[in-house]
Every structure is written in C-alpha cells, then in structure tokens.
T-cell receptor
C-alpha cells in the first residue's frame, strides 16, 4: 500500500526566505506526482505535476523535483511572500490505477 | 464561473439523516472523484468514476454511495449520516489517461451532530 509522508508538518519563515518542502512515498512505482496548494475554506489548486520520467518542473518561483528511485520529491519556493501562506499537499498517482494518494500536508506561514 | 462546483458548501445535519452532496463540472472531463479530508490525515478517496457507466469504490467507501447522472454530474450520498462522517468533502475531475492532472472543487464542509 502506497503511503505518502510530508515533512515538516508545519513551517514558519520570514518573508523573502527560500524554503523546501519534502514529500516521500513508499512505493517508487508511480506514474506521476502532483503538488497542490490549499487555502482555508477553499479547494485545492494544482501547482505542479511531474511525470515519472521527469526530474523536475518549474512554475514561476516554484520548482518541484522528483527522485523516483529514492521515493522523494521536494517543492522549492524561492523568495517566499506572505501570500504563499497555505497548506501544501503532495500526491502520487499509483502505477496500476489512476487514483491519487495524498500526504497529510505541510502548513506554511510566511511572516511579513 | 468555476470549472468544478459543489453544493452545498456547508451543511449541518443530525445522525441518521440522509444527505446528498452534489458536484458539477464544465471541464468536459470523463473522470470524477470524491474525497474526504480530515485533520492530519490528508485526503482519502471515497469513490471514483471513469465515465457515466463506471463506478468504483475507493479506500473508504463504507457508509457512502454515489451516482453519476451525466458526464458532468457526480453525487455523493450518505444514507444514514453518523458523527465520524464529519469532514471536508472534495469533488475532483480529470481528463482520461493516467497522466491527467486533477482539478478540485471548493469543498463541502459537513457536520453530523
């Protein structure tokens, strides 16, 4: 059974700092991995999707990497801003199905 | 207009009541999903549907049922609600194919007293 773990559970940083969120998964046989952002009272917004054959994806100040063999992904946020404050969720799509398995998320607070 | 909508957004009900949560999408996606989110547990899959004639159980389907009325509509029912079904419920859609990115609705906060 695939399990996804996100570390840290919560993170508080000053504005302008670069930061890294970590995601690990137990079964390396995945098709892709997706990073989401969740704001209080709102749904999930997809940030980046990395296919299993890819090593990284970039969107603006966000960069996600994937090391499938070690079961790890990182989300790098450059020059953090207060508007980045949210919960960040990592999810993997299993090889033999089309369902996402989610981690519990990292709660990020960027202080101004 | 939002691509994935959920109604109601908030609902408080009592134990034993039947509840239906509705999801509609305008993205033209074949695949639709229902998840629930509990604090500290992330999202867990309840049911999913790959097309109108296809319904599949997820990891926590007990106590729930679904109906795919059309490509654009996917409803989740709690036949007899119980307090541990209090959670945030999300509907999601995806284009067919294993690499499809999922798009989520805004969620329904359900409280069962």
């Amino acid at each position: 059974k695939q399990e996804v773990t996100q570390i840290p559970a919560a993170l508080s940083v000053p504005e302008g700092e670069n930061l890294v969120l970590n995601c690990s998964f137990t079964d390396s046989a995945i098709y892709n991995l997706q990073w989401f952002r969740q704001d209080p009272g709102k749904g999930l917004t997809s940030l980046l999707l990395i296919q299993s054959s890819q090593r990284e994806q970039t969107s603006g100040r966000l960069n996600a990497s994937l090391d499938k063999s070690s079961g790890r992904s990182t989300l790098y946020i450059a020059a953090s801003q207060p508007g980045d404050s949210a919960t960040y969720l990592c999810a993997v799509r299993r090889e033999y199905g089309n369902k996402l398995v989610f981690g519990a998320g990292t709660i990020l607070r960027v202080k101004s | 207009d939002a691509d994935v909508t959920q109604t109601p957004r908030n609902r408080i009900t009592k134990t034993g009541k039947r509840i239906m949560l509705e999801c509609s999408q305008t993205k033209g996606h074949d695949r639709m999903y229902w998840y629930r989110q509990d604090p500290g547990l992330g999202l867990r899959l309840i049911y999913y549907s790959f097309d109108v004639k296809d319904i599949n159980k997820g990891e926590i389907s007990d106590g729930y049922s679904v109906s795919r009325q059309a490509q654009a509509k996917f409803s989740l029912s709690l036949e007899s609600a119980i307090p541990n079904q209090t959670a945030l419920y999300f509907c999601a859609t995806a284009r067919g194919g294993t690499s499809g990115m999922e798009f989520f609705g805004p969620g329904t906060r359900l409280t069962v007293l």
